[in-house]
């Protein structure tokens, strides 16, 4: 009976020791609140969860909980909101020109002590055009992710049937005007084919700017730098009208979401989007899809670089940004963000990604997907990488519209933009 009740005795503690042990692991495990958006078409949502899963199968100290948040400025303002009531994320994808709001509210790190640190990032291995909108006051604040530049998207089959050449998008404005007329389709006064759309986006519109010859943002640390009201701009926006009175692209505003929809349906026979778009265009389409560059302007080729970075956010402790680092430091091994760039379209914003497996043996079969990042040379820091980007933003796209509806002309448009950016950069501390 002693014998029996000491044996009792003995596997009670030994199960309290078992429960003290699962329940210090436990505790050790850090759950990562992640926040992400999805700016372009397709099912993009579904890869990021994926590779959430893919960590944390392999990460018993770390559980990251994705959080999809809508669009690039959903995704902000819900972002701003979580940092403001003291209870951010732990790591978000944001938009490299959101740089300078996230540092106004104390919202983010410098990652360079973690890119130092022998757990660090080869930081020189990121193209220099996706690095230049993570850099402020000389110091690193976030990491390449979903980058991408705008690209010209072609139905090869309708290039075939007026007589096009398929393998030759236009390389100028004025090829794409010549070519936009002999695409367009009609069924009396019904347009069934238009010969190209260009969505009515700030976003686009910085690198028709930059094709002229001025980048309406600044191309170094300057957060109070907005040239809207330039010759270059004028220029690039009263080309933007011309294709609406060529008759080759729809009147009125051309919604983001639109352009890729008419396309796959054959509605339009070119668009401008973004390399995010590739891989739903290539699946969706029920054409050989093409793509080039953007046609250059007056000053030749330009491209204005986008997309979203992950940050690590402050006030969250140290141990948990420690985790944060290791998150993102997984993400954005070289096979793994190839595997994103197949999956999405976006540019693998690191050199190392293109020459291993699984993007290496890709590009090679998809020729398409190398287009975006043969244009880098000719891309620039993205617009508008102020304070008050987000207002900024919204004006540029207002004055744009403005245009596409006939309400003003170029000149006057650009004039009330440059205005009223001029009053957000004012309120944010800017002299003007």
Known sequence: MMFKKSLFRALLVLCSLLLLIGGAAAQDVITLQFFYPVGVAGPLAQAIDGYVADFNATHDHIQVEPVFTGGYSENMARATAAILSGQPPDVAILLGIDIYSLIQTEGIIPLDDYIASEEGLDIDDFFDAFMANNIADDQVWSIPWQRSTPILYYNKDAFAEVGLDPDSPPATWEELVEYGKQLVVQDGDNVTRWGVEVPSSFWLFANFAIQAGQHIGSLGDEPCAVYLDTPEAIEALAFLRRLQDEGIMPDGAVAWGTAP????????????????????????????????????????????????????????????????????????????????????????????????????????????????????????????????????????????????????????????????????????????
């Open 261 to 432: 929809a008419d396309f796959i349906a054959g509605a339009s026979a070119m668009i401008y989007h973004s390399t995010g778009s590739l891989s739903t265009l290539l699946a969706n389409s029920p054409f050989e899809v093409g793509t080039g560059f953007m046609p250059g302007g007056s000053a030749g080729y330009g491209a204005n670089v986008g997309g979203g970075n992950f940050y690590i956010m402050a006030d969250i402790g140290q141990e948990r940004q420690d985790a944060a680092w290791e998150f993102i430091r997984w993400m954005v091994r070289p096979e793994q963000i190839g595997q994103w760039g197949i999956d999405s379209g976006y540019v693998a914003p690191r050199a190392a990604a293109w020459e291993v497996d699984p993007l290496k043996s890709y590009a090679e079969e998809v020729p398409q997907a190398s287009t975006a990042r043969e244009q880098l040379p000719y891309a620039v820091k993205e617009f508008p990488a102020t304070f008050g980007g987000q207002e900024i933003q919204v004006i540029t796209t207002q004055a744009i519209e403005a245009v596409n509806t006939g309400e003003l002309t170029p000149e006057e448009a650009l004039a009330i933009a440059q205005e009223r950016a001029n009053d957000v950069l004012t309120q944010n501390g800017c002299e003007l």
